[in-house]
């Protein structure tokens, strides 16, 4: 149940890209009622991280702000076509900018429960920089699948990218979670 609980804590961070996922649909409209509840929900959800000058937190603000004004205001068709690849790509790089300056948004996170004296140990730096790649890269397959959607109209239903899509999030939280567990049991069998 713990780990349930850590997992959920830990997609809550995620909620506007969630959102995101689950309300853009098929029709603009809802792509653009997507950014927009997207949008508010990084504030919303976000504030205290985005007061912290968490990365993640405010490349998300303003990549949903880019959205609204590209596809809500300048209605971008080329942007909204390419949406998926679009999101994807922009998460997934972000993640990738985090663990090439040193600093990986999991690090952030971890450093927020942690207290300041084990904030500078290397294992907690390195088990960060290891979450955080898997994050990458499981968010640069999702930029693959989409990328490939694109390329192949039709050869699968618009749910089995959805569905893999939902199962990369979940996968990732997931193992940040058990991943997390075990290095906490091995720090405990240590001491």
């Known amino acids: 149940?713990?780990?349930?609980?850590?997992?959920?804590?830990?997609?809550?961070?995620?909620?506007?890209?969630?959102?995101?996922?689950?309300?853009?649909?098929?029709?603009?409209?809802?792509?653009?009622?997507?950014?927009?509840?997207?949008?508010?929900?990084?504030?919303?959800?976000?504030?205290?991280?985005?007061?912290?000058?968490?990365?993640?937190?405010?490349?998300t603000l303003l990549f949903f702000m880019a959205c609204a004004i590209t596809v809500n205001l300048l209605k971008s068709v080329f942007v909204a076509e390419h949406m998926a690849i679009i999101s994807n790509g922009f998460f997934a790089s972000l993640i990738w900018v985090t663990i090439f300056i040193g600093k990986p948004f999991t690090l952030q996170y971890a450093k927020a429960e942690l207290p300041k004296e084990q904030w500078e140990d290397p294992g907690l730096i390195?088990?960060?920089?290891?979450?955080?790649?898997?994050?990458?890269?499981?968010?640069?397959?999702?930029?693959?699948?989409?990328?490939?959607?694109?390329?192949?109209?039709?050869?699968y239903p618009g749910w089995v990218y959805f569905n893999i899509t939902l199962a990369i999030m979940l996968g990732g939280g997931i193992f940040t979670t058990l991943f997390k567990k075990y290095k906490r049991n091995q720090r405990n069998s240590a001491l």
């Not at 830990?10 to 997507?34: M, Q």
Request: glycine share 6%; aromatic share 16%.
């Open 126 to 155: 390195q088990s960060c920089r290891f979450i955080a790649l898997i994050w990458a890269l499981l968010m640069s397959l999702s930029t693959l699948i989409s990328f490939f959607r694109i390329l192949k109209p039709g050869l």
């Open 1 to 59: 149940m713990e780990e349930l609980i850590e997992l959920v804590k830990f997609l809550f961070g995620f909620i506007p890209w969630i959102l995101f996922l689950f309300l853009s649909g098929n029709t603009l409209v809802s792509l653009e009622r997507s950014i927009i509840i997207s949008l508010l929900a990084s504030v919303v959800f976000g504030f205290r991280e985005l007061h912290k000058g968490f990365i993640l937190q405010w490349g």
